[in-house]
């Protein structure tokens, strides 16, 4: 009675470890939501960033995105065919002084049998004015197509929407 006691045991906590390891190591939703928290990391400018600093930002850029990268910025933004397009866009973005933090938040990831997914999150971009000692917060919807490349999730394609635009008083 002991033996299979301990048996029934050794199985069931063999099989929560399998679970979890599964769970934080393969899981592709949470593969692909540290991918996304690796773009917002690169897509940060500390206030005191130096050009080397930029460079390797967006040197890490390059490895989280394929090479024929597409992006569009609302109806009327740029819209970019390829990572080095988007690239250019990006280090010839200001700075502004007290730097900017993105982060992704409300994230729904939806992963596909074939090897792609999607991720539709809101992008919340906050600077730091350091002289008026006020933050601004803008925020956006924006909807990532992943692919799995040489066992890694890059961005394929990102669709920044509009903000809404309020109704005109009559």
């Known amino acids: 009675m002991r033996k299979g006691g301990s048996l029934y045991v050794a199985v069931v906590f063999t099989a929560l470890v399998s679970y979890f390891i599964y769970q934080w190591w393969f899981n592709p939703n949470r593969m692909i939501k540290t991918r996304l928290g690796d773009i917002a990391a690169a897509l940060s400018v500390p206030a005191d960033e130096a050009d080397l600093g ?3 930002r967006l040197a890490q850029l390059r490895k989280l995105a394929t090479a024929d990268l597409h992006v569009r910025v609302g109806k009327d933004g740029p819209d970019l065919a390829s990572r080095d397009a988007v690239l250019g866009a990006l280090s010839g973005w200001a700075t502004p002084p007290g730097g900017r933090n993105f982060d992704f ?3 729904d990831v939806r992963v596909n049998s074939d090897g792609t997914a999607r991720a539709f999150v809101t992008a919340e971009m906050t600077t730091h004015d ?3 000692a006020h933050q601004t917060l803008d925020a956006r919807d924006v909807t990532f197509s992943f692919v799995k490349q040489d066992s890694e999730w890059r961005v394929s394609e ?4 509009e903000l809404p635009t309020a109704p005109k008083a009559q």
């Open 54 to 56: 930029r460079l390797t």
């Open 105 to 107: 938040v409300d994230v």
């Open 130 to 132: 350091p002289q008026s």
């Open 158 to 161: 990102a669709e920044v929407k």
